[in-house]
């Protein structure tokens, strides 16, 4: 393999120059709280005595005392909370990468006041999440909620449900929420990669008398590929990390409880910062592994091009 020239080792340079000031700033922003984070996991610290800590190795993943083991990796509460998260993420993305691909499908194409309907459609992601969540809990209430009142009227249920206090209905209810919320996200970005696709490989289609449904499989979803990976790893991405929506929706319940509201909960509520951050570690390296395996089974690089 021949040597890079000196153009482009000077291209290189320069990106590297144009690069310096925003990693930098990554790095104080992003890569020194996370360093602090690990380094509190392997620490006894505790809001109640600030500065009174010391190192304890990995006793707050797990340790054994007595004869019985302790720390995260023991505590069914969190391996709850991680089943929790992987279940809403794999359930939430896969509806909202469905559903985003009809609705982009159905932007994409030509009608009488599409540039309406696309503003539209953004409505329930421009939302903040916080809003839309106290919204939805209200309108999920079992006392006062216009769901049941609906329902009810319909004649579809006899008696209001508590659809975010009933274990049965309470994560099924978060992920409705979600759904409605992101689903605009994920139409948005496969609608860019529909652009990008050239015109004439569906006149080809079209004059070859290729069906509708065997262009979308043959020609549409091929050419949408790295798109949709990077929908699909960036959504799964924020569905790992939830907080805001099952906190807002159903507090502390253990039904429903995220990997980072059990998290919040010991940082803030039992001010334990070294299992709280032990937590917050774990957390990032179930998204780091995920993330990469999408990547790797999606044979992409980071530029989006095939492997």
């Not at 922003?29 to 610290?45: E, H, K, M, S």
């Not at 990995?58 to 929790?84: H, I, K, M, Q, S």
């Not at 206090?165 to 609608?191: E, H, N, Q, S, Y």
């Not at 070859?208 to 798109?227: C, Y």
Request: glycine share 6%; proline share 4%.
């Amino acid at each position: 393999m021949s040597a890079p020239s000196q153009i482009t080792r000077e291209r290189v340079r320069a990106a590297w120059i144009f690069l310096s000031p925003m990693l930098i700033v990554l790095l104080l922003v992003a890569a020194w709280p996370l360093a602090r984070t690990i380094w509190f996991g392997f620490t006894d610290a505790n809001l109640s005595a600030i500065g009174d800590w010391r190192f304890i190795g990995f006793d707050n993943y797990l340790a054994r005392y007595d004869g019985e083991w302790f720390g995260l990796l023991a505590d069914g509460d969190w391996w709850l909370a991680v089943y929790n998260t992987l279940w809403f993420a794999a359930v939430s993305v896969t509806l909202e990468t469905v559903l985003g691909m009809i609705v982009a499908l159905v932007l994409h194409s030509a009608f009488a006041g599409r540039g309406l309907v696309r503003a539209a459609v953004l409505i329930p992601w421009a939302i903040p999440t916080i809003v839309s969540a106290k919204m939805w809990s209200w309108m999920l209430n079992d006392q006062f909620g216009v769901i049941n009142a609906m329902l009810m009227t319909l004649g579809i249920i006899d008696t209001p449900v508590a659809w975010t206090a009933d274990p049965a209905t309470a994560m099924w209810a978060v992920v409705m929420v979600d759904v409605w919320k992101t689903t605009p996200f994920m139409a948005l970005l496969l609608l860019a990669g529909l652009q990008m696709i050239p015109v004439d490989c569906y006149e080809a289609a079209r004059i070859d008398g290729v069906s509708a449904v065997r262009v979308f499989f043959r020609v549409t979803l091929p050419l949408i590929r790295p798109a949709l990976i990077v929908a699909v790893v960036f959504r799964g991405l924020d569905a790992l990390r939830v907080f805001d929506l099952i906190y807002v929706i159903t507090a502390n319940s253990r039904d429903t409880m995220s990997m980072s509201v059990y998290a919040r909960q010991q940082l803030v509520d039992f001010q334990e910062v070294g299992v709280g951050s032990a937590a917050s570690t774990l957390l990032f390296l179930v998204i780091a592994v995920l993330t990469v395996i999408t990547l790797m089974a999606g044979r992409v690089d980071l530029a989006g091009r095939r492997a």
